[in-house]
């Protein structure tokens, strides 16, 4: 059985370690951990491991947030994997810092590359990992805060949040969306 894990961010150094490419850092954190390299092919970057049995198809859009359907949407029909067996990871500011939050469908939250996503696929019934990085920020501040660097109490936490994460995207491959949503929402 084949997964397609899908983290959303931005190609290029300087949104390396920023809020909004959340999604990359966690499939980055699963390649890893897996040891499994990203190679540069159609759309992103991809890599490929297994977890008990299930293959996993790693993507790092290279179409910017605001343009991941194209990318999604063409691994998808390339890997043929049905919506109910992609993850999207993404960031949120509606959730605090390092809360994971999986829904199974829903709203694109303002989120623009959800918003792209939902528009290619023409549903919004697919399966999301949403990452908390809160909002602190002031009035008008908001880009300003998903493309800026993590706070150095979050930069200490990153590496058991996106290890919490490796977890979760496995067991989504393994046991399933239902079972994964007992096991790691408000965790």
Known sequence: MKFLLVGLGNPGAEYARTRHNIGFM???ALAEASGAPFASDRLGEVARCRHKGRQLVLLKPSTFMNLS???????MDTEKVGVD?????TDDINLPFGTLRIRAKGSD???NGLKDIEAVLGTSQYP?????????????RQVDHVLGPFFQEEQRAL???LGRTVELLRSF??????RTMN????T
């Open 128 to 140: 999301r990992l949403r990452f908390g990085v809160g909002a602190d920020f002031g009035p008008g």
């Open 173 to 178: 491959a393994f046991i399933g969306l239902q």
């Open 69 to 75: 359907g194209k990318a999604v949407r063409y691994w």
């Open 85 to 89: 067996r992609l993850m999207v990871v």
């Open 26 to 28: 966690a499939v980055d």
């Open 183 to 186: 096991t790691f929402n408000n």
């Open 109 to 111: 939250g303002g989120h």
């Open 159 to 161: 590496d058991e949040r």
